[in-house]
């Protein structure tokens, strides 16, 4: 597979370029092909250099790299929304995880981290850390017996210890929360803030009417609001619900806060407000 098939079939849309992305939208995808010193290829973790900097002739660092470039912007984005990000490996005898020849596709991983630091080169290179998403299925694993006490000597320092899991999770569609998020431009719904992150602004999209069993909420923009992450926290434990006409009631006092910010052409169906409230103020809703 060469780059030209990747491109037609929708697989990384550059014919060059290492990273398919913006900081609008996230990156789609990435290709590791060792083009830069500083890569670390672990297999189901992948530490992968951003992009910009690099002289095209040598292949070494001569300048320092911005987070503002669309590439590296994209897979900060990608990490502040949980977006999976296609990796697909190109020929690296320096790593034994690569193909012997062309390019393979290797599946979706997710931005977990990213951060600045300097490299072989002597410049600032920005790096981001990509875990590859394992299949996931439903378990019937037993969880292990809760302790009454903490033992001591099992809890001194050291590294945390690693339980292998396998969970059911419910898909949620992003373009719904990002078309969302747009409409307010990252400001909450509840309070305004609009927080301001290397990379760009972040919000959280909470789903009014729960998706999990057993409230089985769409994901649907009605369905859908955009908060700040202290108020989306308050949201889903029902610290703070709404009222029909969309004021914002805190649930300790039943004192109205303020008003719930809608801009067009954004509406939020009322049966999700009526279940979200009834969760904290009469009960578990009924489906």
């Given at each position: 597979m060469n780059r030209r098939a990747l491109h037609d079939a929708g697989v990384h849309a550059p014919l060059q370029a290492g990273i398919s992305g913006t900081g609008n939208d996230g990156a789609d995808s990435i290709v590791v092909s060792g083009g830069y010193v500083d890569d670390k290829d672990y297999g189901d973790t992948i530490v992968y250099t951003g992009h910009g900097g690099r002289d095209a002739?040598?292949?070494?660092?001569?300048?320092?790299?911005?987070?503002?470039?669309?590439?590296?912007?994209?897979?900060?984005?990608?990490?502040?929304e949980g977006l999976p990000v296609r990796v697909v490996?190109?020929?690296?005898?320096?790593?034994?995880?690569?193909?012997?020849?062309?390019?393979r596709y290797e599946g979706l991983f997710r931005v977990e981290s990213h951060g600045a630091r300097v490299g072989i080169d002597g410049f600032?290179?920005?790096?981001?850390?990509?875990?590859?998403i394992p299949d996931e299925a439903p378990t019937t694993a037993t969880p292990p017996p809760?302790?009454?006490a903490i033992d001591m000597a099992a809890n001194a320092p050291g590294p945390a210890s690693v339980i292998e899991t396998v969970i059911q999770r419910i898909v949620r569609s992003s373009k719904v929360?990002?078309?969302?998020?747009?409409?307010?431009?990252?400001?909450?719904?509840i309070c305004g803030l609009a927080i301001e992150v290397a990379g760009g602004l972040y919000s959280e999209g909470a789903h009014i009417q729960?998706?999990?069993s057993p409230h089985r909420g769409p994901d649907?923009?009605?369905?859908?609001?955009?908060?700040?992450?202290?108020?989306?926290?308050?949201?889903?434990?029902?610290?703070?619900?709404?009222?029909d006409d969309l004021k914002v009631i805190d649930a300790r006092t039943g004192q109205t806060t303020g008003d719930l910010t809608v801009k067009h052409p954004h509406r939020i169906d009322p049966r999700y407000v009526a279940h979200h409230r009834a969760r904290w103020t009469t009960g578990t809703a009924r489906e």
């Open positions: 002739d040598t292949r070494r660092q001569v300048r320092d790299q911005e987070l503002s470039d669309p590439g590296n912007a994209g897979l900060v984005r990608s990490e502040l490996r190109g020929r690296n005898p320096d790593s034994p995880h690569a193909p012997a020849s062309g390019l600032r290179i920005w790096q981001f850390t990509l875990v590859k809760l302790q009454g929360v990002q078309q969302v998020k747009a409409w307010y431009n990252h400001e909450c719904q729960a998706l999990g649907v923009v009605e369905n859908v609001l955009c908060l700040c992450p202290n108020d989306h926290v308050r949201f889903d434990s029902g610290a703070i619900y709404l009222s």
